[in-house]
């Protein structure tokens, strides 16, 4: 019986305990709501500020007349002053916007020319490529030589002397490059090209230099391409020794052949009493052959025979002139060539038969069994008198 009274004692105890703190809780929200209503009360009466009161019963005039003489007392500016202050603000920020802001951003202004300039133009276009270019190749007095061209910018271009890489070059943002060996060049002949690398392409046109052992104002420089040659660096008027005329040939068929050497890669043209009868190249070992039909020549009169030099652009930079009287032909039908060095039977045989393709008649005449193999001052003897059968 007594257990049982101590279990209801401890829930009484513990139900009173209960009811304490829900009693608690709802004071204080009893408390946050009284302050919350005081607090909604002043901000009504803080926006009702400049709210008239309303009047009450009979007194109402004299209300009116109070607040008059109290709003009167307080001023124009001081009792308006929130609506004043919102309208402040409101300018403020229209200001702002107006052209703070509006200046922050830039207006361009393009009139129709300008727009016009614009859509023409041009799209920058990529740059194809090409082949590198010559642009000088001259002979110094000390016997270098100073190189230089155009390729692609900023790329790497090997210079090629006789066919072998001696250099490689930069070209700057123009495309341009310049190069010149440390030291003086050989006399000799020397052809130079160019290759580009990445992309690795050569040049189509190459450069024929010759440097002579007379000094560089005998030398030459000649770009050759596809359409011919251009002169590069002409010589000065020639000294004696680099036009020279080894034989004259006169045959009975009224045809003269003149040999000799010159300058390499250069023009040789040949004139007889004045009157212009051909030209022909130097060979690259400075060799010539020339012929042309001159007709039947008197036997005992004077004739002047003239062998010009010309460079590039075709002045005549040496001349040699011979002065003969012509002999009585003795009609030997045969006469006799040296061969040298470049010499090849077509040309033997265009220069004293006239034509090419008669070489084979060289060949058997000397019983050479392969026309494409003579050897320098190997003698030869050619059957003039077969050009008057074939011609």
């Known amino acids: 019986m007594s257990k049982n009274n101590n279990k209801a004692t401890n829930m009484g105890k513990t139900k009173r305990s209960t009811d304490d ?3 608690s ?5 009893n408390d946050w709501m009284e302050n919350r209503r005081n607090f ?13 009161p309303a009047p009450k019963k009979d007194d109402a005039a004299s209300d009116v007349v109070a607040t008059v003489e109290t709003n009167a007392r307080r001023g124009g500016v001081s009792a308006y002053w929130f609506p004043i202050l919102c309208a402040v603000l409101v300018i403020l920020v229209a200001v702002w916007v107006a052209f703070v802001r509006t200046s922050a951003t830039p207006v ?58 001696v250099a490689t070059e930069r070209t700057d943002a123009n495309g341009e490059f310049v190069y010149s060996p440390s030291r003086a060049l050989d006399a000799g002949n020397y052809t130079i090209s160019l290759i580009g690398v990445n992309p690795e392409m050569k040049s189509e046109e190459n450069v024929f230099v010759y440097i002579s052992p007379k000094g560089y104002k005998n030398s030459v420089s000649l770009l050759m391409t596809k359409d011919g040659s251009t002169l590069l660096q002409a010589p000065t008027l020639l000294t004696d020794g680099d036009l020279v005329v080894s034989k004259i040939d006169y045959l009975d068929t009224g045809r003269i052949v003149v040999s000799g050497d010159a300058l390499p890669r250069l023009r040789v043209s040949l004139s007889l009493n004045d009157e ?17 039909d001159v007709g039947q020549l008197e036997s ?19 001349q040699i002139s011979h002065e003969f009287v012509m002999p ?24 004293f038969l006239r034509r090419g393709v008669l070489f084979s008649i060289i060949a058997e005449r000397n019983n050479i069994e392969n026309p494409d193999l003579i050897f320098p001052k190997q003698l030869l003897q050619i059957p003039t008198g077969a050009s008057k059968t074939n011609g």
């Open 25 to 29: 809780a709802i004071a204080q929200q």
């Open 276 to 292: 212009y009868l051909g030209f022909a190249r130097v060979s690259d070992y400075k060799h010539f052959g020339l012929g042309a």
């Open 21 to 23: 703190l829900i009693d």
């Open 108 to 165: 361009t202004v393009v009139t129709e020319q300008a727009s016009e300039k614009i859509e023409a133009a041009p799209v920058k276009k990529e740059i194809e490529p090409f082949a590198p270019l010559f642009d000088i190749v001259r002979i110094e007095p000390n016997g270098n030589i100073v190189i230089a061209g155009r390729w692609m910018a900023d790329k790497n271009i090997s210079v090629l002397i006789n066919d072998e890489i």
């Open 300 to 318: 005992g009169k004077e004739y002047k025979l003239t062998v010009r030099l010309h460079d590039g652009d075709g002045r005549t930079i040496a």
């Open 328 to 351: 009585k032909m003795t009609g030997d039908d045969d006469t006799y060539y040296t061969v040298r060095r470049g010499d090849c039977l077509w040309i033997i045989a265009r220069n």
């Open 40 to 52: 909604a009360r002043r901000f009504l009466k803080t926006l009702n500020i400049f709210a008239r």
